[in-house]
C-alpha cells in the first residue's frame, strides 16, 4: 500500500493483533468529502453513503455465532447450523531441520574383516596420521588419498589449522618458546577433535604432521589422547637430498633453511626400528605413494601396529 508524501505511516504490526489495527488515515487526515464543523461520523446532505460496516463472517474466530450472532442489514437470519469442529492436522516433519549429529569419541583400534583376504582400505573408514619432515610430502600424497577414496574422507593439516591463529601468530622459524609450544599443542587437540567428529559420522580422516620419535608424550602420545587408539601410523620418509629440493621450491613461511631442514631430517631417522610402517617416497610420485600407502594400511588394519 502507498502513502502520500508527508502522511504518517501505520503503526508496526503487533503479535496478535491483525495488521494495523485501529488505524485509519481518515481519523489523521481530512478526506475529500469533510467539511469543517460536522460532526465526526457525519455526511454532508447529498454526500453519497459509504458502505455499512460488515461483521466478521461466520466462523471466524471471535465472531459470535448461534441463533443471535447479528446479520449483515438486508439480509434475513440464515437457518442456524452447527459449525463442525475439525481435529488440526498433525506437523508435517521438517526435513531440513536440525540433523543430530553423533558425538565423537576415542577412535578403537580397526577390526580386520571376518572374510579371509586382504582387507581393502579404500572401502574402510579410517584414521590415518601421516609423518614425516618438511619436504617428504605429506601434504601432497594426503589430499591426494582423500581425493580418491572411495567413502567420505576428510584430511586435516596440522600446518593449516596453526595458521588459523593470525594476529598474535608464533612461528616457530623465529624461535621455539612457551607461545610457539601453546599454539602447536592446541592446534593438534583442535586436529584431534575435528577427526574425532568426523569420524563418528562415517567419513575417514588424514592427518599429517612433523611428529619426532624422540618426543614421544608430545608426538604420538598427544595424537593418540586427543584421536584415540586407532589411528594408523604411517612415515613418509624420503632421502635428504629430495626434501631438501621440495623445500627450496617452497615460499613464505613454509621454507626452511637448508639446516634446518637437514636437521629435522636427522631426527626422523629415529622412526626406523620403531615399528612403524615406513614409506620411502624418494622415487615415488605422488600417485604411487598414495598406492603404497593403500598396500601399507591394509598390513596394518589386519595385524594393528603397537605404539
Not at 639446516?259 to 605422488?286: C, F, K, T
Amino acid at each position: 500500500m502507498q502513502h502520500a508524501v508527508g502522511s504518517p505511516l501505520p503503526p508496526p504490526h503487533q503479535p496478535g493483533h491483525g495488521p494495523a489495527a485501529g488505524w485509519s488515515p481518515a481519523a489523521q487526515h481530512p478526506g475529500p468529502h469533510h467539511h469543517p464543523g460536522a460532526h465526526p461520523g457525519s455526511a454532508p446532505a447529498g454526500a453519497p453513503q459509504g458502505p455499512a460496516p460488515v461483521g466478521p463472517p461466520p466462523g471466524f474466530a471471535g465472531a459470535p455465532t448461534g441463533p443471535h450472532a447479528p446479520h449483515p442489514p438486508g439480509h434475513a437470519p440464515a437457518p442456524h447450523h452447527t459449525v463442525p469442529h475439525h481435529a488440526p492436522a498433525p506437523p508435517t516433519p521438517d526435513t531440513t531441520g536440525h540433523v543430530q549429529l553423533p558425538p565423537g569419541g576415542p577412535v578403537p583400534m580397526p577390526s580386520a574383516p571376518p572374510t579371509a583376504g586382504t582387507p581393502d582400505p579404500t572401502s574402510t573408514t579410517l584414521a590415518v596420521l601421516l609423518i614425516g619432515p618438511a619436504g617428504a610430502g605429506k601434504t601432497s600424497v594426503a589430499k591426494y588419498w582423500a581425493d580418491h577414496r572411495r567413502v567420505p574422507t576428510a584430511h586435516i593439516s596440522l600446518d593449516d589449522v596453526r595458521e588459523w591463529v593470525r594476529s598474535g601468530f608464533a612461528d616457530p622459524q623465529s624461535g621455539w618458546n612457551d607461545h610457539s609450544e601453546a599454539q602447536y599443542r592446541l592446534a593438534r587437540r583442535t586436529c584431534g577433535f575435528a577427526a574425532r567428529n568426523f569420524l563418528a559420522n562415517n567419513i575417514s580422516c588424514i592427518l599429517d604432521d612433523a611428529v619426532f620419535p624422540d618426543r614421544p608424550v608430545v608426538g604420538l602420545g598427544g595424537w593418540k589422547r586427543h584421536v584415540g587408539p586407532g589411528l594408523l601410523p604411517v612415515v613418509l620418509l624420503p632421502g635428504l637430498e629430495i626434501v631438501l629440493e621440495r623445500n627450496a621450491e617452497r615460499s613464505g613461511n613454509r621454507r626452511l633453511t637448508d639446516e634446518e631442514v637437514a636437521r629435522i631430517h636427522g631426527r626422523m631417522a629415529g622412526w626406523y626400528g620403531s615399528g612403524l610402517p615406513i614409506i620411502d617416497n624418494s622415487q615415488l610420485d605422488v600417485p604411487q605413494t598414495a598406492r603404497v600407502l593403500d598396500d601399507v594400511l591394509a598390513r596394518s588394519i589386519a595385524s594393528p601396529p603397537q605404539w
